[in-house]
């Protein structure tokens, strides 16, 4: 079945600066790939999502980047405030009725 | 729309008991998904209910159950609570089962086993 894996799982960032969190994903034809944050205390809120057949995918402040051949993704966060931080989780789903799945979770600080 | 909501949403048990947990997906999704939150462990999916049949499950024992019905609201059920059951359960909806598709949280219920 698919595995993901999640880097970092802590990451400190000063305000203004870039944070960037990195996924792979073991299933080759896994198609979609969403973003959580998880504020403390608060559910899982989806905040981007990107689908096989997109490379890259930008919301404001936040973007996506999906490299199918070396089955990796990464959420880019620029112009960092403090209301960034949270715990962000990565996921992948294969759309032939499989679950998501999830990486573990990376814990952003961002310092004032 | 109202969102994904979740009840009870804390709890508190002793070891050996058993635990009803309810959630009701926003309105038009007939897929319910249940997941566990620990520390350090992220979200661990346990199982997927989808037109009232159970879709996937995840790697947990016979222990934790779910089921659904007509209306799309689904329970989730842990007999003989142990310890290490204590965690945030939360459940996700999503559409019509045409996938990929974009999965929404509840607030989770919060269960203690003493």
């Known amino acids: 079945g698919e595995n993901v894996e999640q880097h970092p799982s802590t990451l400190s960032v000063q305000e203004g600066d870039s944070a960037v969190i990195k996924c792979t994903y073991s299933?080759?034809?896994?198609?979609?790939f969403p973003w959580y944050k998880q504020e403390l205390g608060k559910r899982p809120q989806l905040i981007i999502d990107?689908?096989?057949?997109?490379g890259e995918k930008k919301d404001q402040r936040i973007a996506v980047t999906l490299n199918k051949t070396a089955k990796h993704f990464s959420l880019h966060i620029t112009e960092t405030q403090p209301e960034d931080s949270a715990v962000y989780f990565c996921a992948a789903l294969n759309s032939g009725n499989t679950p998501l799945v999830f990486g573990k979770g990376t814990r952003l600080s961002v310092i004032a | 729309k109202a969102g994904v909501t979740q009840t009870p949403r804390y709890l508190i048990k002793t070891r050996g008991q058993q635990v009803t947990l309810s959630c009701s997906p926003i309105s038009g999704h007939r897929s319910v998904s249940w997941y566990q939150q620990t520390p350090g462990q992220g979200l661990q999916f346990l199982f997927e209910y989808f037109s009232e049949t159970q879709r996937n499950k995840g790697n947990f024992p016979g222990r934790f159950s779910g089921r659904q019905f007509s209306n799309s609201r689904s329970e989730m059920n842990v007999s003989t609570l142990e310890l290490g059951d204590s965690a945030l359960y939360l459940c996700a909806s999503s559409g019509t089962g045409q996938g990929p598709y974009e999965q929404y949280f509840g607030p989770g219920t919060r269960l203690t086993v003493t």
């Open positions: 990107i689908r096989s057949n997109v």
């Open positions: 299933d080759s034809a896994s198609n979609y």
